[in-house]
């Protein structure tokens, strides 16, 4: 099985609905990340957290939010979905005094 | 602040050729440097990273990276390309106060040609 997973892998939704994207991980890392990648741009830190009372903001977080549920779920939402946030969203992990990120196989959403 | 520049979109290679895909950073501390690599439709799959010590890291499948500090550079290169190393590949900078927020090169679409 894989370490990080992510649900939905694929996802297409209509502008304004709300949306939530999942992330599971089996590799008991205390820190958790969510990322959008865009052609051409790379990836883009949305949010992050380093354990269940602490999520921080990352350089793109306006018209998102996030939940860490436990440490093994981290979630994130888009309350009202817009076109310009169609983009293929990874959630990675890391524990805490190592330095390497583990992704998950990334997911792919489409808002029309 | 942290950046990553990938100067090239494409970097195209015949098989059996050696292989660069080049990578600038700008860190304001000790940089910690990582490639990763992203196959069709796959998630990003970690290569190899360099944290301290010798300047160069050996990865995964063959490959291998410099770090040079005075021209700031993590360069991934690769003695013999293989098709199968055909993929996107990203460089990305870490550092040390910044608690693991990584900052993304814009990324390099390597084709290998058989």
């Known amino acids: 099985d894989a370490d990080v997973t992510q649900t939905p892998r694929n996802r297409i939704t209509k502008t304004g609905k709300r949306i939530m994207l999942e992330c599971s991980q089996t590799?008991?890392?205390?820190?958790m990340y969510w990322y959008r990648q865009d052609p051409g741009l790379g990836l883009r830190l949305i949010y992050y957290?380093?354990?269940?009372?602490?999520?921080n903001k990352g350089e793109i977080s306006d018209g998102y939010s996030v939940s860490r549920q436990a440490q093994a779920k981290f979630s994130l939402s888009l309350e009202s979905a817009i076109p310009n946030q169609t983009a293929l969203y990874f959630c990675?992990?890391?524990?805490?005094?190592?330095?390497?990120?583990?992704f998950g196989p990334g997911t792919r959403l489409l808002v029309l | 602040a942290q950046s990553v520049a990938q100067p090239e979109d494409q970097v195209n290679v015949a098989e059996g050729n050696p292989l660069t895909v080049k990578c600038t950073y700008s860190v304001s501390g000790n940089p910690y440097l990582f490639w990763y690599v992203q196959y069709p439709n796959r998630g990003l799959q970690f290569l190899l990273k360099y944290i301290t010590g010798d300047n160069l890291v050996k990865g995964s499948y063959g490959f291998e990276a410099e770090f040079n500090k005075s021209q700031t550079s993590f360069h991934l290169k690769k003695p013999s390309a293989l098709v199968s190393d055909s993929a996107l590949y990203f460089c990305?900078?870490?550092?040390?106060?910044?608690?693991?927020?990584?900052?993304f090169g814009r990324g390099t679409q390597l084709t290998v040609w058989p």
């Open positions: 990305a900078v870490s550092e040390g106060s910044t608690l693991g927020r990584l900052y």
């Open positions: 957290s380093f354990d269940v009372k602490d999520i």
């Open positions: 590799k008991g890392h205390d820190r």
């Open positions: 990675a992990t890391l524990r805490g005094n190592q330095e390497t990120q583990y």
